[in-house]
């Protein structure tokens, strides 16, 4: 495949999306970059944004074997990875396989669980897959993590650690919708009765497993020039010298911008990589990844507004 056969199928997937999910264009775009270039996007909206919906009609669309988790205080680590139950029939250990072994995983409320039930995806997100007993299970190539988590509520929920935040290529904030699409979604889905499932509301799949695939070596084969890689790294280095900001983007950040900017370009019909490209992705993708200082918590300013003024600060390459 070559790139710009991408484009087209990107249209395709988004307008199946469409069928289901009014708005949130910003979010398909950033599931689809994490897609094509293994990432796994972090959620982050008021109940009634239609998370669950969008990872839903994303999955139909995309063709990838969906599961869910529902995060809860009480869950245990092997309610998410499985575990060897001894079967009395056989005198034998049998691998129960938790719902992790699917290609898109629905972490729904990651919030809400203890920390080391949250760790229990740290190796599945890092190297997709995992180890039961000392065993090792291999994941699909495909496998992509949405987790979402309610900003709103705070009692009962724990905060994700740096280190498993580190491992999200995107944090996407949804917002309400405008008037316009408000009224779209209450004359569309107002009269349905019962739950809200993509195939009932027309989501078609645009693509498959071999097509993922060929598109993810396609944003392999995508340029990245010595000035775009420069330009990376000042701007993540910028963010460890700032006065705002107490703990700064890691290396790793650096290399998932670059490799998220290379899907973006394919998205984009390109086969080059340019500094626009970074700069879109920038605040999602370093946004969930920076401590801002004391100083500027005080002054009550936001992540957003420290990124944004470190974009408009480092030079690009023309």
Request: glycine share 8%.
């Amino acid at each position: 495949m070559r790139v710009n056969d991408v484009k087209p199928i990107a249209e395709r997937i988004r307008a199946e999306i469409s069928k289901a999910v009014v708005g949130q264009d910003g979010a398909v775009d950033l599931l689809l970059t994490a897609l094509f270039c293994g990432g796994h996007v972090l959620l982050e909206g008021p109940p009634g944004t239609a998370k669950t919906l969008l990872a839903q009609s994303f999955a139909r669309a995309t063709g990838l074997d969906y599961g869910r988790i529902q995060f809860t205080p009480d869950l245990m680590p092997g309610d998410i990875i499985g575990s060897n139950l001894f079967n009395f029939q056989t005198s034998s250990f049998t691998l129960t396989r938790g719902p992790i072994f699917c290609e898109l995983l629905l972490a729904d409320e990651i919030n809400r669980t203890p920390p080391k039930t949250q760790a229990a995806l740290l190796e599945a997100m890092q190297e997709r897959r995992i180890t039961i007993d000392g065993e090792a299970h291999a994941l699909s190539p495909r496998f992509t993590v949405v987790a979402t988590q309610n900003p709103i509520e705070q009692q009962g929920t724990y905060p994700l650690p740096e280190a498993q935040l580190d491992r999200f290529l995107f944090k996407y904030v949804l917002d309400y919708p405008s008037l316009e699409q408000e009224r779209s979604i209450i004359a569309d889905h107002g009269a349905r009765v019962g739950q809200m499932d993509p195939v009932a509301l027309g989501v078609g799949i645009a693509a498959d497993a071999a097509a993922i695939t060929d598109i993810s070596e396609a944003v392999g084969a995508v340029r990245l020039t010595e000035d775009v890689v420069t330009y990376i790294a000042d701007l993540v280095r910028a963010t460890r010298e700032s006065a705002d900001i107490d703990i700064g983007a890691s290396p790793r950040a650096g290399a998932m911008l670059a490799g998220a900017a290379r899907a973006h370009a394919a998205l984009d019909g390109r086969d080059y990589v340019i500094p626009d490209d970074v700069k879109t992705l920038a605040v999602p993708a370093l946004r969930h990844r920076l401590v801002l200082s004391p100083a500027a918590e005080i002054e009550g300013r936001r992540v957003e507004q420290v990124l944004d003024g470190l974009v408009n600060q480092v030079a690009a390459p023309r």
